[in-house]
């Protein structure tokens, strides 16, 4: 499996750069180091997926993306559970940025 655009997990780590807890400051434990690629990206979404972080995708005003990240801990006292489903389209900015990378390197 590569990176998928629609998968909000994947989406939201490249998106995020990081995953970091909105309703505290928990912040996902992701491996440092190593090539910063699409590969990497997916590896940090899909890790978060196993480890039940919520990523809840919200599109807000407009075009801007945003997701709703939840620790565990947080996603578990609000009765939230993971996005499983796939995003109907992949929003732009996350095609841009795929794009933009993908020449990058
Ligand atoms: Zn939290």
């Known amino acids: 499996m590569a990176f998928d655009p629609r998968d909000p997990y994947d989406a939201a780590a490249l998106y995020d750069m990081w995953l970091n807890c909105s309703r505290c400051p928990t912040s ?6 190593g090539d910063i690629d ?5 590896r940090i979404g899909q890790q978060a997926r196993v480890e039940n972080w919520a990523v809840l995708p919200a599109r807000s005003q407009g075009d801007e993306l945003m997701f709703n990240v939840l620790c565990p801990v947080c996603a578990d006292r609000l009765g939230v559970s993971g996005c499983d489903g796939r995003m109907e389209l992949a929003a732009p900015v996350i095609d841009q940025i795929c794009r933009a990378m993908r020449l990058a390197s």
């Open 28 to 33: 996902f434990d992701y491996e440092p180091g």
């Open 38 to 42: 699409l590969d990497y990206y997916h």
